[in-house]
């Protein structure tokens, strides 16, 4: 058994190959390879949940306007 102190390596890669994943099967969606639903509903359920998280995130660490026109924050 691992000592607490001790970083799993395959759970240090784990968090950029979920990245991966979901752009994977965003890409498999757009191309019509599959469609979402295909997939489980708790697999859908996850990826909105990732999705509305990641565009809530987005959107707070947007401090700067794309607009010259809009006002900063």
């Known amino acids: ?3 607490p102190d001790q970083v799993n390596p395959l759970s240090q890669s784990d968090t950029s190959l ?3 994943l979901e752009d994977l099967i965003d890409v498999l969606i757009t191309r019509g390879v599959i469609q979402f639903t295909d997939l489980p509903e ?3 359920a996850k990826l909105l949940e990732r999705r509305e998280t990641r565009a809530n995130l987005s ?3 947007l401090l700067l306007p794309t607009d010259p026109n809009d006002d900063l924050l």
């Open 18 to 20: 979920v990245r991966v």
């Open 42 to 44: 708790a697999a859908q």
């Open 1 to 3: 058994m691992s000592e």
């Open 59 to 61: 959107n707070r660490l």
